[in-house]
C-alpha cells in the first residue's frame, strides 16, 4: 500500500500541479486578453485622437484660408479704392488747372484788352493835341499875319 499511496500522492500533486498550471494559463489568458483589450482601446483612442487633430488642423487652415482669402479681397479692395482716389484727385487737379488756366487767360484778354484801350486814349489824345497845336499854330500865323498887316498899314 504505500506504493499505492506513493502514486496517489504523487497523482493529487500531479492534479494540484495541473491546476495550477491551468489556473496559471487561465490567469495569463484573462490577462492577455485585457492587454488586447487595453490596446485595442488604446488604438482607438490614438485614432480618435489623431481624427480629432485631423479636424482641428482641416477647420485651422480652412480659418487661415478663409482669413487669406480676405486679406486679399481687403487688399484689393484698398488698391481700387486708391486708385479710385488718385484718379478722383487728378480729376480734381486738372480741372483745378484748367479753371486757373480759363482764369489766366480771362485775366490776359482784360489786361490786352484795357492795354488797347489805353493804346486807343493814348492815340486819340495824341490826335487831339496835334489838332490842339495845329489850332494854335494857326492862330499864331493868323496873329502874326494880322500884326504885320498892321504893321504895313501903319508903317
Known amino acids: 500500500m504505500g506504493a499505492l499511496q506513493a502514486e496517489n500522492k504523487e497523482l493529487l500533486e500531479a492534479e494540484t500541479q495541473i491546476r495550477h498550471l491551468k489556473n496559471t494559463i487561465s490567469a495569463l489568458r484573462d490577462e492577455m486578453e485585457q492587454m488586447r ?47 479710385k482716389n488718385g484718379k478722383d484727385e487728378a480729376n480734381q487737379l486738372q480741372s483745378a488747372v484748367q479753371a486757373l488756366r480759363d482764369e489766366m487767360d480771362a485775366v490776359k484778354f482784360s489786361y490786352e484788352d484795357k492795354l488797347e484801350q489805353s493804346e486807343r486814349r493814348a492815340r486819340d489824345e495824341i490826335k487831339q493835341l496835334h489838332a490842339t497845336v495845329s489850332n494854335l499854330r494857326e492862330k499864331l500865323e493868323e496873329k502874326t499875319k494880322k500884326k504885320d498887316s498892321g504893321k504895313k498899314k501903319n508903317g
Do not use: P, Y
Not at 48 to 69: F, H, K, T, V, W
Open 37 to 83: 483589450f487595453e490596446q485595442g482601446e488604446a488604438v482607438q483612442q490614438a485614432v480618435a485622437d489623431a481624427n480629432l487633430e485631423i479636424n482641428q488642423l482641416r477647420q485651422a487652415a480652412s480659418a487661415l484660408r478663409d482669413e487669406l482669402e480676405k486679406m486679399r479681397f481687403d487688399k484689393d479692395e484698398a488698391v481700387q479704392d486708391t486708385l
